[in-house]
């Protein structure tokens, strides 16, 4: 305040950039805020106080049995690249319109791979979606989760947030770090409380993407390829 008052602002001066100073003095702590944030965050999950995990005593987040559209069931559905039904997503119909270009292309493009066991579209009700939790706040939720076949049964369960190429900016570079760090620090849980049934284990993993549009073409077929 004392720099810029030596500068000429005066009271008023300085009531009419109030909003352009607060946002300026934000800044710094925020930064460090998000580094100091972070930092914690990783350390959290390096010694397990953070998880991110297949649980086996069942209480995972779990995939919506139905979907509740307003969409009249006239409306086109999307089809798949031969011009028939789509054969591996979850629910169906999944109407043309709910989906934007790109979205489509991606849907499309899963759903004709042989790879693929089964995809869904992350919903946008909050109640339905599956999040992801980073060091900041805001929740991440991906576009698509989709599983893939594997070597003696077991596979990969992929969830990919899809970015546009104008979006290339901060926010995505911390979405991408996240779901990079989470991918690496996967597990199966091995204990369940006493008392409580276990499932079985069936060792798939889990990885997270983010991909932005111009590299869906290459990326999405590594992404569902199968790894030995």
Not at 56 to 71: A, S, V
Not at 156 to 174: F, K
Not at 187 to 213: H, N, S, Y
Request: charged share 25%.
């Amino acid at each position: 305040m004392k720099g810029l008052e030596a500068r000429g602002f005066d009271a008023a001066k300085l009531g009419a950039a109030s909003g352009v100073i607060i946002d300026r003095l934000r800044v710094v702590p925020t930064k460090e805020h998000d580094a100091r944030s972070e930092s914690l965050f990783r350390a959290a999950v390096k010694a397990g106080d953070i998880r991110f995990r297949l649980r086996l005593d069942g209480n995972n987040w779990q995939m919506p049995d139905h979907m509740l559209t307003t969409r009249p069931a006239k409306l086109p559905h999307l089809t798949g690249a031969d011009g028939g039904a789509l054969a591996r997503s979850l629910f169906f119909p999944v109407f043309r319109n709910e989906l934007n270009g790109e979205e489509r292309n991606v849907a499309v493009h899963q759903d004709g791979d042989d790879a693929v066991k089964w995809w869904h579209r992350n919903v946008a009700k909050a109640s339905l979606r599956m999040a992801l939790q980073g060091w900041k706040r805001g929740r991440i939720y991906p576009d698509f989760i989709f599983a893939t076949g594997g070597n003696a049964g077991a596979g990969r369960i992929v969830v990919r947030e899809t970015r546009g190429d104008h979006l290339q900016n901060p926010d995505t570079d911390y979405k991408r770090g996240v779901l990079g760090f989470l991918t690496q620090n996967f597990f199966w849980d091995q204990a369940v409380p006493a008392g409580q049934l276990q499932i079985a284990m069936t060792g798939e993993t889990v990885e997270c993407a983010l991909v932005l549009m111009e590299n869906m073409p290459s990326l999405l077929s590594k992404l569902i390829a199968d790894r030995k």
